[in-house]
């Protein structure tokens, strides 16, 4: 069935006589304009001058989790919450300094690639001459001009010596480490309390 445009003038005539006849339902309202005719209320017009953006910082309402660059306990903290495995007497008179090194080795200058063999073959032979306690001295590191975006710790073997010796193959020989007295390097060097070996 196709839908016809027009009314025939016959049909035309019908609709006006019905619509002169009806009464409209609400007389006061008159028909509104569709709303995309409508006209929008103007905006009152702002001066450059009085217009102010509110404040707005970037971040502002993030809750506040900042934690730095520093993830890992700084070294003071490792070695203070680190237990006494040695005799407790000895380690007293350890950190006062009263102990006297056996054999020592100076990393101090060393790339890392230098100084872990090197450090390996010292603490090794050290136990097997039968020492007990022995001085590493890392030195206190640098401090570099620019940091750059990753942030990198001031004197890398300073870092890097604890963890080696708490890695194989050196942690079978290795009891305790210290950071040493000030008359042996305070805090550029390590007392390193070997195991008797076996």
Same mark, same amino acid.
């Given at each position: 069935?196709?839908? =016809?445009? *027009? @009314?025939? $003038? +016959?049909? /035309? ?82 950190? =006062?300094? *009263? @102990?006297? $090194? +056996?054999? /020592? ?90 195991? /008797?070996?076996?």
């Amino acid at each position: 069935m196709t839908r =016809r445009r *027009k @009314l025939h $003038p +016959e049909e /035309r005539a019908l609709w006006d006589r019905v619509a002169r006849q009806a009464v409209p339902l609400h007389p006061a309202k008159r028909p509104s304009a569709p709303r995309a005719l409508q006209k929008p209320d103007p905006e009152p017009v702002r001066s450059a001058e009085s217009y102010a953006p509110p404040l707005f910082e970037v971040g502002q309402s993030a809750p506040d989790t900042h934690l730095g660059h520093v993830l890992a306990p700084d070294l003071p903290a490792q070695f203070s919450a680190q237990p006494v495995a040695m005799d407790r007497k000895k380690h007293g008179h350890l950190k =006062r300094g *009263k @102990l006297k $090194p +056996e054999a /020592r080795i100076d990393l101090h200058g060393m790339t890392m690639d230098r100084a872990h063999p090197a450090l390996i073959r010292f603490i090794l032979s050290s136990q097997g001459a039968g020492k007990r306690l022995v001085l590493v001295i890392t030195g206190k590191g640098k401090h570099r001009d620019d940091d750059g975006p990753i942030p990198v710790r001031h004197g890398v073997l300073k870092h890097n010596v604890p963890q080696w010796l708490s890695l194989p193959p050196l942690s079978q020989a290795v009891l305790q480490v210290t950071p040493a007295h000030a008359r042996h390097g305070g805090s550029g060097a390590y007392y390193v309390y070997l195991r /008797r070996r076996r």
